[in-house]
């Protein structure tokens, strides 16, 4: 076994990694008993697109809000309407980076959970995938961003971390972003340093091309400037 199957058999038998501890348990299922109108005015609550059918703890499928716009009459029951939905969902001790890849798939903001009996037993909101992200890549911890640009023959993070380390600093988190059809990668990198000058002089000493850098203020104001480019974009 090598150390990539070490280090991902400790991630999968970590039990904070599985879909379980993500369930949000604020909004109900709906029955197939329940009105058109209670499913709009359910959506609007909690600010949803998709809800959820249950009947009897079996999972009957996610409704979407497109599928009742055309309806004539919103008081008619959900069982009337004859709707072919779409049923993704997740087993509770799936891992959470399979919750994340359904969501993308899907293209939902709400996931159910199933136990191994196959009943509902929660879901997972867009949200908690959202806040679990931001605590993986510690986005509330101080610190820099950079990203390095390498062949991914010569990746190894551990040489990486050398470098970081040999300046006193440490890795906080890191991503891997592959380029189409190319052999390069991009690779981001969280340090828990504001000032990481000789880091960057040490990545240079060693060849490795710096695409970019920014310390945590720098990186939030990027940001803000690239939004508030979009919005001027969308109202111009």
Same mark, same amino acid.
């Given at each position: !076994?090598n150390?990539?199957?070490?280090?991902?058999?400790?991630?999968f038998?970590?039990?904070? @990694?599985?879909?379980?501890?993500?369930?949000? /348990? #604020?909004? *109900?299922p709906?029955? %197939?008993?329940?009105?058109?109108?209670?499913v709009?005015?359910w @959506?609007?609550?909690?600010?949803v697109?998709d809800m959820p059918?249950?009947?009897?703890?079996?999972?009957?499928?996610?409704?979407?809000?497109?599928?009742? !716009?055309?309806?004539?009459?919103l008081?008619?029951k959900l069982?009337?309407?004859?709707?072919?939905?779409?049923?993704?969902?997740?087993f509770?001790?799936?891992?959470i980076?399979?919750?994340?890849?359904?969501?993308?798939?899907?293209?939902?903001?709400?996931? *159910?959970?199933?136990?191994?009996?196959?009943?509902?037993?929660?879901?997972i909101?867009?949200?908690?995938i959202?806040?679990?992200?931001? #605590? @993986?890549?510690?986005?509330?911890? %101080?610190?820099?961003?950079l990203?390095?640009?390498?062949?991914?023959i010569?990746?190894?993070l551990?040489?990486?971390?050398?470098?970081?380390?040999?300046?006193?600093?440490k890795?906080?988190?890191?991503?891997?972003t592959?380029?189409?059809?190319?052999?390069?990668i #991009?690779?981001?990198?969280?340090?828990?340093?504001t000032e990481?000058t000789?880091?960057?002089?040490?990545?240079e000493?060693?060849n490795?091309?710096?695409?970019?850098? /920014?310390?945590?203020?720098e990186?939030?104001?990027?940001?803000k400037?690239?939004?508030d480019?979009? !919005?001027?974009?969308?109202n *111009?």
């Amino acid at each position: !076994m090598n150390e990539f199957d070490s280090i991902t058999k400790v991630i999968f038998l970590d039990n904070s @990694m599985i879909a379980e501890t993500l369930i949000s /348990y #604020e909004i *109900p299922p709906l029955k %197939p008993t329940d009105s058109g109108s209670k499913v709009l005015q359910w @959506m609007e609550d909690f600010k949803v697109k998709d809800m959820p059918v249950v009947l009897s703890k079996k999972y009957i499928g996610l409704i979407e809000e497109s599928d009742l !716009m055309d309806r004539n009459n919103l008081s008619d029951k959900l069982e009337s309407y004859n709707l072919n939905l779409k049923k993704p969902f997740v087993f509770k001790h799936q891992h959470i980076f399979d919750v994340i890849n359904l969501f993308v798939q899907h293209d939902v903001d709400v996931l *159910p959970v199933l136990n191994e009996k196959e009943e509902f037993v929660g879901l997972i909101t867009s949200g908690k995938i959202l806040q679990f992200l931001a #605590e @993986m890549v510690s986005v509330s911890n %101080p610190g820099s961003i950079l990203t390095l640009e390498l062949n991914m023959i010569d990746y190894s993070l551990a040489e990486i971390a050398r470098l970081v380390e040999a300046n006193d600093a440490k890795i906080l988190t890191s991503f891997i972003t592959s380029h189409p059809d190319s052999t390069k990668i #991009e690779l981001t990198l969280k340090i828990n340093q504001t000032e990481i000058t000789r880091v960057l002089k040490t990545f240079e000493r060693f060849n490795y091309v710096v695409t970019a850098s /920014y310390n945590e203020s720098e990186y939030h104001q990027d940001l803000k400037n690239r939004y508030d480019e979009f !919005m001027r974009f969308l109202n *111009p």
